[in-house]
């Protein structure tokens, strides 16, 4: 791993990185030494690392949670290089949405392009970030919604050290394989108008989680409107199940 220059703000560090060729951000409480407790975090579909809601809650987390937290660019996103395929199937994707139109198997595809690397890249990334000294080899903790839990999803089943999950706004039933062997605890989030993920297929991978310990938040409001009080409850959660 290839630490970068790093910037200092509102008792927070956050430090790129390179591994191998995955760029991603780091982001711990100033000054402390682990073991910590790490996040990782999964960003939507056409966002990388740095999108708001990613920066917003990875530093809330650090500065009030105490924990490290890690995000990285998933393939054919951020400044990671393009892939023709994937931009062809994503583009008809929103073309589907937009005309409300069924997108099953385009989702089938573009899931199937992507999972497999992912799930390898973010299980060496959260080897490499636990051996720096102000993370450790403390529990792991996975927030994603959208892409981040679609991804996620299978993260969080293949991975034993995830202790953890916030997931949700997401629902596609290829997921369900992959939710079925899902057994930590699960904060799965919902919104109940969403445009993007119909209600009974979101409800029904909530169903499918194999957790024996899973809570269902469900909101008024589209895809984009998640209430901005659930980082309180994400927090309150992790600092349950991750100490």
């Given at each position: ?23 991603g951000v780091l982001w711990t409480p100033e000054g402390g030494l ?210």
């Amino acid at each position: 791993m290839r630490l970068l220059s790093g910037t200092s703000w509102d008792g927070v560090v956050e430090q790129p990185f390179m591994l191998d060729e995955i760029p991603g951000v780091l982001w711990t409480p100033e000054g402390g030494l682990g073991p910590r407790p790490l996040i990782l975090m999964g960003h939507g579909g056409g966002e990388d690392k740095r999108a708001p809601g990613i920066v917003a809650r990875a530093r809330r987390f650090a500065a009030e949670g105490g924990f490290a937290v890690a995000a990285v660019d998933v393939p054919y996103h951020g400044e990671r290089p393009t892939d023709g395929e994937f931009d062809r199937l994503a583009s008809e994707y929103r073309a589907r949405v937009a005309a409300g139109a069924d997108t099953a198997a385009l989702d089938t595809a573009l899931y199937t392009l992507v999972v497999g690397p992912t799930v390898a890249e973010w299980q060496a990334v959260v080897t490499a970030v636990q051996r720096l000294d102000r993370v450790g080899g403390g529990p792991v903790g996975y927030w994603g919604v959208s892409l981040g839990c679609a991804l996620g999803m299978a993260f969080v089943a293949a991975e034993p050290r995830v202790r953890a999950a916030v997931l949700g706004l997401q629902g596609a039933p290829v997921l369900a394989g992959a939710a079925a062997h899902v057994t930590v605890p699960v904060q799965f989030l919902v919104q109940w108008d969403d445009e993007l993920m119909p209600r009974a297929q979101s409800l029904a991978l909530f169903d499918a989680l194999g957790s024996a310990e899973k809570t269902l938040h469900a909101h008024p409001g589209g895809h984009g409107d998640l209430p901005r009080f659930e980082m309180d409850d994400s927090l309150r959660f992790f600092s349950r199940h991750l100490g």
